[in-house]
């Protein structure tokens, strides 16, 4: 694969690959004015997997994509997985839509946005999970930290059934 291509397609994997320790589901969310829960959640990633493909012409191109998966992290202690793709939409202005499922002790949060690779902090919509997450909304915050490593920072509101 052309090293420009790879080099963006990593720079996407550090954009969108960990979490930084904090609350987790173990802790109760607090109940806001609206009615909601609110919960704010934190971990650290560190990447595992990072395989790109390249489709069509040789070099960065609409379609090529990553996959990626990070081991999640919380003080210290693994706590998860995320898994997900990467696709290049724009190639003028580098552009990625971005599908992610990161795997929690208390069920799955999914998340998907558009992501410019060289912001080193981006937010995606949290749009859905299982579990104690199936009624899950709320904003991602992902931040590059480097060395393959990531921080991820839920912003969730849940309903006041869960």
Avoid: W
């Avoid at 595992?48 to 960065?60: C, Q, S």
């Avoid at 859905?128 to 199936?134: A, E, I, K, P, S």
Wanted: charge should be negative.
């Amino acid at each position: 694969m052309p090293k420009n291509l790879t080099l963006c397609l990593f720079t996407l994997l550090l954009a969108f690959g960990s979490l930084a320790p904090g609350s987790t589901s173990a802790e109760p969310p607090a109940v806001g004015r609206d009615g909601k829960h609110h919960r704010v959640i934190q971990l650290t990633g560190v990447s595992v997997i990072a395989e790109t493909i390249d489709l069509g012409e040789p070099g960065l191109s609409v379609g090529d994509s990553i996959v990626i998966s990070d081991d999640l992290f919380q003080d210290g202690e693994k706590v998860g997985v995320h898994g997900g793709t990467c696709t290049v939409v724009r190639v003028e202005t580098v552009l990625f839509h971005c599908v992610v499922t990161f795997a929690l002790p208390d069920g799955h949060i999914t998340a998907q946005g558009l992501v410019r690779p060289e912001l080193a902090e981006e937010q995606v919509a949290v749009t859905g999970g299982t579990g104690t997450y199936t009624i899950a909304q709320g904003e991602l915050t992902v931040l590059e930290e480097g060395e393959g490593q990531s921080r991820y920072t839920f912003a969730l509101l849940l309903s006041t059934s869960k």
